[in-house]
Nanobody, 124 residues
Framework: QLQASGGGLVQPGGSLRLSCAAS????????MGWFRQAPGTERRFVAA????????FYADSVRGRFTISRDNDRNTVILQMNSLKPEDTAVYSC???????????????????WGQGTQVTVSS
């Protein structure tokens, strides 16, 4: 029900655009988020967007460099990543959160649906 794409290899300072295609049912009724997991670390919150009012949330580590948005025509959530750093290297996954658990938007264990991850590698 969630399909992530767009990862790849990019040099430091470069940009990548990740996409998460969702089923219409999920896209219209769930908060959508992105998480990432580097080798040997826990999965960490990156960004989320609330379909109800457009509220957006970012991790401090990506604020000002990453932008999350919704493409309502394509039922897709976009994560535009600019000024990438080597520490951004990770597997990025998209997920959907029921609005009843909105207070836990930064907690991966609260999300209801997950897409497969896409690898992002930032290296020269």
């Amino acid at each position: 029900q969630l399909q992530a794409s767009g990862g790849g290899l990019v040099q430091p300072g470069g940009s990548l655009r990740l996409s998460c295609a969702a089923s219409a049912r999920i896209f219209s009724a769930y908060v959508m988020g992105w998480f990432r997991q580097a080798p040997g670390t826990e999965r960490r919150f990156v960004a989320a967007i609330d379909y109800r009012d457009g509220d957006i949330f970012y991790a401090d580590s990506v604020r000002g460099r990453f932008t999350i948005s919704r493409d309502n025509d394509r039922n897709t959530v976009i994560l535009q990543m600019n000024s990438l750093k080597p520490e951004d290297t990770a597997v990025y996954s998209c997920a959907a959160l029921s609005t009843t658990k909105f207070r836990w938007v930064r907690y991966s264990e609260k999300y209801d649906f997950w897409g497969q991850g896409t690898q992002v590698t930032v290296s020269s």
